[in-house]
């Protein structure tokens, strides 16, 4: 039989398979996120999330070791305080949980780079992330907290700040706050692409951040828009954004590609809670090999056209990079 053409050649081997794959991945561009928490002594489990905690700063140090053990070196905090209100000042204190846990990691685990969301939700007293207006989030207003919470952190010690709040306006807003005060080398990773979408549930039970009434969609996109979220990358791109990052992950990974193919920006893309729990409940009900599904998702997100891919299975991709189950 005449047939020039046998792709299963290159397929014959592992050591042929390893020499010609195109996608190829390393821990250094993964982000893990870390809750951390007001309080004392607690690390408590996230229901909907089998596996991640919500840690106190005294409690944190046990699973900064484990982060490090694992090879991962960037992680990205989010902070759950003891206090809200309607202006979400925790967000922006200099206390703050978020600041004290940057000032703790910068002192302890210096080898980690620290990353920090830049949001309202998780210290408004109604769960929006912005201040409000009668039911509806003044956008202008909320920019100076952004700007002002970018700026405690950049001051406590983050490396990055990712602001995940979908307000118009925020890049520039933070890049010119960061400037005016001697940051002007702090980047900027802006949730640029990023949808209203149910896949956040769990982290709003992990960070009591759901909406008290209403929902987001009067500033997170409706999922339905592709145009649009080229439009809100190139802005940000425009406002000066250093990274642009397309979330949730897996139900967009069309964009993840577009978004790398018309901007010249690295791409991040989160892997968020509902992707997480969904493969830990399909796991546990022994339905799907959860190592291997893993596998198979952060790396279609890095054949999408990540350069940097954030879940909470960080560790565990370490590990199966390290061991040449993937990468
Ligand atoms: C804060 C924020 C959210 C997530 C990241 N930053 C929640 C939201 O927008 O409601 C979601 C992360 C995840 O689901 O893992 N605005």
């Not at 056209?305 to 199966?320: N, V």
């Amino acid at each position: 039989m005449e047939m020039l053409v046998r792709p299963r050649r290159l397929r014959s081997s592992e050591t042929l398979r390893r020499m010609v794959r195109e996608t190829r991945i390393s821990a250094s561009s993964l982000i893990y996120p870390l809750f951390v928490m007001d309080g004392v002594n607690k690390a408590e489990e996230i229901p909907a999330m089998p596996g991640q905690k919500r840690y106190t700063l005294d409690r944190v140090e046990e699973e900064l070791v484990k982060v490090m053990d694992s090879g991962v070196r960037n992680i990205l905090l989010f902070g759950i305080p003891q206090h809200k209100d309607e202006v979400g000042s925790q967000a922006y204190a200099e206390d703050g949980i978020v600041q004290r846990a940057l000032r703790y990691t910068a002192e302890q685990f210096p080898e980690l780079y620290r990353i920090t969301d830049v949001c309202m939700c998780e210290y408004t007293s109604h769960g929006h992330c912005g201040v409000l207006c009668g039911h509806d989030v003044d956008n202008d207003r909320t920019l100076e907290l952004l700007a002002r919470t970018a700026r405690s952190h950049a001051e406590a010690g983050a490396q990055m700040v990712a602001p995940s709040d979908m307000m118009d306006g925020r890049i520039l807003a933070i890049r010119e706050e960061l400037d005016q005060n001697g940051f002007s080398n702090l980047p900027i990773m802006s949730y640029a692409v990023k949808f209203a979408s149910a896949f956040y549930g769990p982290f709003r039970e992990a960070a009591g951040s759901a909406p008290s009434f209403g929902d987001r969609k009067s500033y997170q996109m409706d999922f339905h828009n592709r145009r649009e979220a080229l439009k809100e990358a190139l802005l940000d791109v425009e406002e000066g954004a250093d990274i642009i990052m397309v979330k949730p992950a897996m139900s967009f990974l069309d964009l993840v590609r577009e978004v790398h193919e018309t901007t010249d920006l690295p791409v991040a893309t989160y892997s968020v809670s509902g992707e997480y729990a969904m493969v830990k409940a399909a796991a546990q009900n022994g339905w799907i090999d959860e190592d291997r599904i893993v596998c198979e998702m952060a790396v279609s997100a890095y054949r999408a056209g990540a350069d940097i891919y954030i879940t909470y299975f960080a560790k565990e991709l370490a590990g199966f990079i390290r061991e040449g189950r993937i990468g």
